[in-house]
């Protein structure tokens, strides 16, 4: 048995090999490899030779890069040459794969050159190849070509421009057995552009092959080394330079390769015109010679401070723009250099260390980076006025270096006459009333007039990183629904069965089955007994023991005392009629008598019930507490969920900004200095808001940095975003109309209406105080109704209709601020001169006296993409650009459509 089990071990081994030995011998694969190798083993100065790399059977590789080799000039040949090979053979397949990157290596300079090892990653392995290695020799040119660079002058000052000729020489190539001698455009195309380099001349022969224009030669006689005369082609290709450093003249290097012909022959092609080629050539290449001219560096001696390294011949012109302007104003000064030097290379003068210059204005400390313009080279910057009553700006200095006359030389600009009024910004040094309204006079006078630091004042805090919000909606819900539904619960136990007695049980049913029995009464007694069933059930008897008698008893006080009077005159009647014995004829008549005391008795019933019941009116004010509380939770309620920047970046930037406004403060008549420190606390507040924080004092104090920079069009706009969440706020306000005075003269309205004096009682107390107050008066009304339900409160309808009153008030409260909230949907212009357009878009025309003035106040209608369609106060409507509007309603409370 123990050698039965080897065998079938055995086997099964035998049999595993035999199937692995199977798929080897039908699958054939290869490895990834990679071959360098060169075209030639030497090589001639000047002229290329081909380096390919090849990668065989890979799935992936990395880029191959030829490595740096002083001497070699490396360049890709082109895209990398793909080819794949499958073979069958005997039914097996195999496939091959390649990837052929080449490069053109171009030797400088004669010598043995090594190309390094290169390592390539490929399928995840790193291989490393076998170094390359050639040589390069230099072509003998003999007298055949000559290439000298010629200068114009022997000396020149670093920056000086110099005039150079690339002058090439070829020897005219003549052909003894067919008697022709090459012409010069014959032995220039010889010449390859390619493989040539030519420095400080390539701009040249680029501005040349761009007009399809070639360098033209001409033949003239030039002395060989040997100090013979012989005729040559001369080719001569001009360019400027400008040395930068002293000591010879760098043209960068110059090397002409060509190929000059050895022997020609008949050309036998086919389309062919039997004309003479090429049959064989020899290749030549030559360095220029470096021309003698020296470079020498700019004296120092008598070098004025204004001096930037300009050398040659220059004027100066100034501009500004505008002439008329307030303190901290940015006034646009362009000047425009024109002279004979490198235009690109002149800078700016020094304005931030000219004194004259900045002792009245605030210059920016930066390089400007100019823009030429043929022969003259235009600078633009911004100054600012400190302050008012400037009357110039100065002549401003530009200096250079004349090589001519080889001394420095100083040319000024002409004074600029300008106006600059007092700033626009609240000095806070002088206290005008509060917000009074001003006479006509006044608001005409002086737009610096200032405010009262108390309606001034810059909030700090980091409250103003909290959006202003209130308790959230299931808090409110709660708040407002406990109290009634209290009521309904109570209501519901204490009536609660009656009235389903009544529209379910056994009263209604009772009506209706007196009915039926009265339609089929045939006596006296059937009628009375009818009556009686109904009685019983009204009072909660039994027939059988109820009489006449005590059914009036018990009737009495549920029903009118007409209807149980009459009911019981009936009932005596019927007794009457039955004991007498009533004919048939006398039966209708009992009947329609019957109906008519169980109609009145019905309704009497419900007449009663109606007047003691308290749940209509109590539904009645829960369907005034659902809508209530609606408009509560609708009111806006401000996300704080700002992804942009982190609790601690908010902090600094809003830390930055306030930095900002007390530097501003503390400019003091600086009015440039001022505005720029206004300019960025507002866009830090910007940031802010932009981060989606809307409340009073973030708006408050990004407006008043807005009107303290001048930016009087985007203060009225925030202003008017603060008085959203305090409509109320006489401080804020006072601000607003000093603001919209500035812009348009507006005046404010001379006495507070009923809704002004509501809107300031908002702003005194907070949406949260006015919320839970009124949710307290409301539940107190709730809890009166409900102890009213279960016994006689002497107070209770007083204490009521009081807590109702004050519910109510607080409700129209809180009414008015969502109104305001949402009737917010206004803007302000805040560009200048805005034309409105028929559509939305600047290729629609544009609406004849439809002229918008920075600060114009309208209504958005609609927006589409980055137009909005507005209708102004004036009734004016159309169409303008987002981007000249600010739009007033708060971000928290804007809605999308």
């Not at 120092?300 to 008329?324: F, K, L, N, S, W």
């Not at 020094?350 to 400390?365: G, H, R």
């Not at 209530?628 to 930037?653: F, G, N, T, Y």
């Amino acid at each position: 048995m123990r050698y039965v089990n080897m065998i079938h071990t055995l086997r099964g081994k035998l049999l595993s090999f035999a199937i692995l030995g199977l798929g080897l011998s039908a699958t054939v694969t290869f490895a990834g490899t990679v071959e360098t190798g060169l075209s030639a083993d030497h090589a001639y100065v000047g002229m290329p030779i081909s380096l390919y790399v090849r990668i065989s059977n890979a799935s992936n590789h990395s880029q191959p890069a030829i490595p740096d080799v002083q001497g070699l000039q490396v360049a890709s040949a082109g895209v990398p040459s793909r080819s794949s090979q499958t073979t069958i053979i005997n039914g097996r397949r195999t496939d091959r794969t390649s990837v052929t990157y080449a490069w053109n290596v171009t030797p400088r300079k004669p010598g043995v050159y090594v190309i390094p090892p290169l390592e390539l990653e490929v399928d995840g392995r790193i291989q490393r190849t076998q170094s390359l290695q050639f040589s390069a020799s230099k072509s003998e040119t003999g007298d055949l070509l000559s290439v000298q660079i010629d200068g114009k002058q022997d000396k020149i000052f670093v920056g000086q421009p110099l005039d150079l000729v690339l002058r090439v020489l070829i020897k005219p190539y003549r052909d003894r057995q067919y008697d022709v001698t090459l012409s010069p455009r014959d032995m220039w195309e010889l010449v390859s552009a390619e493989h040539s380099q030519w420095g400080a001349f390539g701009e040249t022969l680029k501005d040349l092959a761009n007009n399809r224009q070639r360098v033209s030669g001409r033949q003239v006689s030039h002395t060989n080394a040997d100090g013979e005369v012989q005729p040559y082609y001369a080719f001569e290709i001009p360019a400027t330079i400008y040395p930068t450093r002293p000591g010879k003249v760098d043209t960068l290097d110059v090397q002409v390769v060509m190929q000059y012909p050895t022997a020609l022959e008949q050309n036998r092609g086919f389309f062919s015109s039997g004309g003479l080629k090429i049959a064989q050539a020899r290749p030549l290449v030559e360095n220029a010679q470096i021309p003698s001219t020296s470079v020498v560096p700019i004296p120092e001696e008598g070098q004025p401070i204004d001096y930037r390294g300009a050398v040659g011949h220059y004027e100066m012109i100034t501009r500004a723009q505008p002439q008329r302007v307030k303190a901290g104003d940015p006034i646009t000064l362009n000047i425009g250099i024109r002279g004979d030097g490198p235009m690109e290379l002149v800078q700016a003068p020094p304005l931030s260390e000219i004194a004259a210059l900045t002792e009245a204005f605030k210059v920016p400390d930066e390089s400007l980076a100019g823009l030429v313009e043929d022969d003259v080279k235009v600078f633009s910057l911004d100054i600012r006025p400190r302050r008012a009553g400037i009357t110039n700006i100065p002549a401003l200095p530009f200096s250079f270096f004349d090589p001519q006359e080889e001394k420095f030389v100083t040319v000024w600009s002409d004074p600029i006459p300008i106006q600059v009024a007092p700033a626009d910004t609240l000095a806070l040094s002088s206290i005008v009333a509060s917000s009074a309204p001003r006479s006509k006079a006044e608001a005409e006078s002086d737009s610096t007039q200032s405010l009262s630091p108390m309606l001034l004042k810059h909030h700090p805090g980091e409250d103003l990183l909290e959006n202003t919000g209130q308790a959230s909606g299931w808090k409110l819900l709660i708040g407002f629904f406990w109290a009634p539904v209290l009521f309904v619960i109570i209501a519901m136990i204490q009536f609660g069965p009656r009235v389903i007695d009544r529209w379910f049980g056994g009263k209604r049913a009772a009506y209706r089955k007196a009915t039926i029995e009265l339609h089929h009464a045939d006596s006296a007694e059937a009628v009375s007994t009818a009556l009686l069933r109904y009685l019983a059930t009204l009072s909660d008897s039994s027939l059988h023991s109820l009489t006449p008698r005590e059914a009036i008893e018990r009737l009495q006080g549920s029903v009118p005392p007409q209807a149980a009077q009459a009911m019981s005159q009936f009932l005596a009647r019927c007794d009457s009629q039955a004991y007498a014995g009533a004919t048939d004829a006398d039966i209708p008549a009992l009947i329609s008598s019957a109906r008519v005391q169980l109609d009145l008795l019905h309704r009497g019933q419900r007449c009663e019930s109606g007047q003691k019941r308290w749940l209509p009116t109590a539904s009645l004010w829960l369907v005034c507490t659902i809508f209530s509380a609606l408009a509560i939770i609708a009111e806006p309620v401000w996300s704080a969920d700002v992804a942009a920047l982190s609790r601690a970046q908010q902090k600094q930037v809003l830390q930055e900004a306030a930095d900002a406004y007390k530097q501003g403060l503390a400019a003091g008549d600086d009015a440039a200095i001022a505005k720029d420190a206004f300019t960025e606390s507002a866009t830090k507040y910007q940031i802010l808001v932009d981060q989606g924080i809307d409340n009073k004092k973030l708006y408050a104090n990004l407006a008043t940095a807005y009107l303290q920079s001048g930016e009087v069009a985007l203060a009225l706009a925030n202003y008017e975003r603060a008085l959203i969440f305090a409509p109320g706020d006489g401080d804020l306000k006072a601000i607003r109309d000093h603001a919209a005075n500035l812009l348009s003269g507006e005046k404010p309205a001379e006495e507070a209406t009923l809704l002004e004096l509501l809107q300031q009682w908002n702003a005194n107390i907070s949406v949260d105080l006015r919320t839970w107050t009124a949710i307290f008066f409301w539940s107190i009304f709730w809890v009166t109704l409900t102890v009213m339900l279960r016994r006689d409160f002497r107070f209770g309808r007083k204490l009521a209709g009081f807590a109702l009153g004050m519910s109510l008030l607080c409700g129209v409260s809180l009414g008015l601020g969502v109104w305001d909230s949402e009737s917010a949907n206004r803007g302000i212009v805040v560009a200048e001169n805005v034309q409105l357009r028929e559509g939305n878009g600047s290729a629609f025309a544009s609406i004849v006296g439809g002229d918008l003035a920075e600060g114009s106040r309208f209504q958005v209608m609609q927006q589409k993409g980055d137009w909005i369609e507005i209708r102004t106060d004036e009734g004016q409507q159309g169409w303008m650009n987002a981007d000249a509007a600010a739009i007033i309603t708060p971000r928290s409370s804007q809605t999308t459509t």
